[in-house]
């Protein structure tokens, strides 16, 4: 008893004041938040880091259409789609290639390769508005030019095939199309902000972590979701340059939809509608004006719209 007596009075000596517990404890942080990022940083235009990383969202992109529409076509080509990777291989094609991609390109863009992830960021004060517009740029060039390799190697089973570009399936509205890709977009970016947390290196330093995994993984089980419905969009630039290079009405009609989805819901949400006009409601953009890469034409759609079928 004399032993065990010692001992506590070792202990209180040695720890004289009554320690805090629980979240009194956390007085100061074990991670390192990094600054808010400028809006308009001048310095990164003559920097090299700051092209090279464009350059990387440019590569990334284009590897992302060029691997991808080549899968959809592959398994469209086929009549049966036991014959083929079917959708799930579709689904495993886009998750991998974004796993691959985003591990390669992280240590020198970040490893966006979408313009939402990108916009995302921005509003998070995690990269320069002028980062964020150049980054955009670069993913929407590059997304064209994958799409229009694809093109240029099978021209003809590519006007065949669809060409990857994203439409509302038969069965489905506008309006099913636009909250998947809102739902599937909030998953990706949702996601990508879990995953590069800083504050995971601390709070969940025991469970190791691959960034790009959880990332693809998000992809993956939200093309299984949603390629039903519109062939999952949740990346403008994919969308954009697969509209562009196929330059369909349908696809443009569509992919005007998903890229302008929070206003036109917004918008539609405060227009009055008849009571009776609730089916099959058709939106389309005011004097979208597109160029025709086939004809060189410009072509113009019709003004802003919204129609309802009848009942």
């Known amino acids: 008893m004399e032993g065990k007596e010692e ?5 209180a000596n040695k720890f004289p004041e ?21 809006l308009f940083e001048p310095g ?11 350059i990387a969202e440019f590569i990334a ?6 691997i991808t529409i080549l899968t959809v076509m592959g398994v469209n080509r086929t009549t049966s789609k036991c014959a083929s990777v079917g959708i799930q291989g579709i689904a495993w094609a886009f998750g991998g290639t974004i796993f691959a991609l985003v591990y390669s390109t992280a240590g ?11 916009f995302g960021l921005f509003l998070a004060r995690k990269l320069s508005l002028t980062r964020a517009v150049f980054y955009i740029v670069m993913q929407t060039l590059g997304a064209i030019a994958g799409a229009g390799v694809v093109k240029g190697f099978q021209k003809n089973q590519y006007e065949l095939l669809g060409g990857g570009a994203n439409l509302v399936n038969h069965g489905y509205t506008k309006g099913d199309g636009l909250g998947a890709e809102i739902v599937g977009t909030f998953v990706l970016v949702y996601t990508v902000f879990s995953a590069t947390d800083a504050k995971r290196n601390a709070r969940d330093s025991h469970v ?4 790009p995994l959880p990332i693809g993984f998000a992809v993956f089980l939200v093309h299984l979701a949603t390629i039903p419905i519109t062939g999952t969009g949740i990346n403008p630039a994919r969308s954009l340059g697969a509209a562009i290079v196929y330059n369909k009405e349908h696809a443009w009609d569509d992919h005007v939809m ?3 989805g929070w206003t036109i819901h917004w918008c539609c949400s405060c227009c009055y509608l008849p009571p009776d006009s609730h089916q099959g409601h058709s939106f389309q953009v005011q004097e979208l004006i597109f160029f025709n890469l086939s004809t060189f034409k410009l072509v113009s ?9 009848p009942p």
């Open 18 to 38: 009554r320690q805090p517990i629980g979240t009194s404890a956390q007085t100061h942080k074990d991670y390192k938040e990094p600054p808010p990022a400028p």
């Open 301 to 309: 759609h019709s003004p802003f719209l919204v129609s309802s079928s």
């Open 258 to 260: 998903d890229l302008l």
């Open 44 to 54: 990164e235009l003559t920097s090299w880091s700051f092209y090279r990383a464009g």
């Open 108 to 118: 020198i863009s970040g490893g966006h390769i979408n313009p939402a992830v990108t």
């Open 7 to 11: 001992d506590v009075k070792l202990g």
């Open 208 to 211: 190791p972590i691959l960034a």
């Open 61 to 66: 992109t284009f590897l992302f259409l060029y």
